[in-house]
């Protein structure tokens, strides 16, 4: 995603209902950019620094091209959000399974450590794993449920924790999604891939609104 100036972008926070319109005042894709939002929103209450987002740019064919994010500060005064985009790899460097941003609220729970329920927030899915943020202090090897919520629904998905960092004050999780059945298989695989269509077009949705109201 090649980012530029003055572009109107659409990013999606998991507290949001939907995306928030900005423009790009400062930056760069390759590090991170400053975006004013266009819409009369109080930012900084409910976004916290490290939050996963989505970012949304509208190509010449109308197209919309999706990447993931984190935030990196927000400014409520003057409606400006920081963000730290991420990497754009060649595709010889993915995964086997692509991972596609997302940016959710959950809860996530290990049996093993008294199976206290901790915030969890989710930056990136795939059929085989997905990326957790959460202040819950597990370990490499611990067996995870999280529920992940969506609208007013919960979704659960089991899990092995595979790696763990700290990013942003927060521990990161890669998570290997533990199938218990060819069903549960099947049905997390369809909530994935419907969510990425219905992320994709809303975002769509939002840009194209904006350019037909004459946004710039």
């Known amino acids: 995603m090649d980012i530029k100036k003055q572009e109107i972008l659409s990013i999606q926070h998991y507290f949001q209902l939907k995306p928030v319109s900005c423009i790009v005042v400062s930056g760069d894709i390759d590090s991170f950019f400053t975006a004013k939002t266009l819409e ?3 930012i900084g209450s409910r976004i916290i620094k490290g939050d996963p987002i989505i970012i949304g740019a509208l190509q010449n ?3 919309v091209e999706v990447t993931g994010g984190r935030v990196i500060a927000v400014n409520d005064a003057e409606g400006h959000i920081i963000v730290s985009p991420d990497k754009i790899y060649d595709s010889e460097d993915r995964r086997k399974f692509e991972r596609y941003p997302v940016s959710l609220s959950g809860n996530i729970t290990c049996h093993k ?14 059929h085989a794993g997905f990326c957790v943020y959460s202040k819950a202090d597990l370990h490499s090897g611990d067996n995870v449920e999280v529920d992940i919520y969506l609208h007013n629904n919960v979704f659960n998905i089991c899990g092995t924790i595979m790696r763990k960092s700290v990013s942003y ?16 298989m099947y049905s997390i695989r369809d909530f994935l891939d419907k969510l990425l269509i219905n992320d994709k ?11 037909r109201i004459g946004t710039l």
Do not use: C, W
Request: hydrophobic fraction near 25%.
């Open 61 to 63: 064919n109308n197209e």
């Open 113 to 126: 450590s008294g199976g206290k329920r901790e915030d969890a927030y989710i930056k990136d899915m795939s």
């Open 169 to 184: 004050g927060r521990y990161e999780y890669g998570i290997q999604t533990v199938y218990k059945d060819k069903s549960s």
């Open 40 to 42: 009369p929103i109080k």
């Open 201 to 211: 077009e809303v975002i769509k949705k939002h840009l194209l609104k904006d350019f």
